[in-house]
């Protein structure tokens, strides 16, 4: 059975940074790739956004909005993949998940659905002015 489990998720001001991580089992970890999605204030489940996402072979993609601010990486001997947030914004509050799929990390960003793919229970990141 597929688990993936996020954490690190809180509330901090603008400005500052959050670390989230997500912890996988039940799958081999290099078949997928893994992303961060977020669901915002009011939005529905069918509105997740692409967020961040790495292949098995360590490449990245990044939403345009995250770019600079955002860092997705992976340690795949403990299963777990990680998202950097620095120079937070008020926009970027939502609740965060984790994702594993296949397709590569661009196409997943882009075109994943919530009812495809593996998802996690969700961490939330609220982030003040």
């Known amino acids: 059975q597929v688990q993936l489990v996020e954490s690190g998720g809180g509330s901090v001001q603008a400005g500052g940074s959050l670390r989230l991580s997500c912890v996988g089992s039940g799958y081999t970890w290099s078949y997928y790739s893994m992303g961060w999605f977020r669901q915002g204030p009011g939005k529905k489940r069918e509105e997740r956004e692409g967020?961040?996402?790495?292949?098995?072979?360590?490449?990245?993609n990044l939403l345009d909005s995250v770019k600079g601010r955002f860092t997705i990486s992976q340690d795949s001997a403990k299963n777990t993949l990680y998202l950097q947030m620095n120079n937070l914004e008020p926009e970027d509050t939502a609740m965060y998940y984790c994702?594993?799929?296949?397709?590569?990390?661009?196409?997943?960003?882009?075109?994943?659905?919530?009812?495809?793919?593996?998802w996690g229970q969700g961490t939330q990141v609220t982030v003040s002015s």
């Open positions: 994702v594993a799929a296949r397709g590569g990390s661009e196409w997943i960003l882009r075109h994943l659905k919530a009812d495809f793919g593996y």
């Open positions: 967020v961040a996402g790495i292949d098995s072979d360590g490449t990245t």
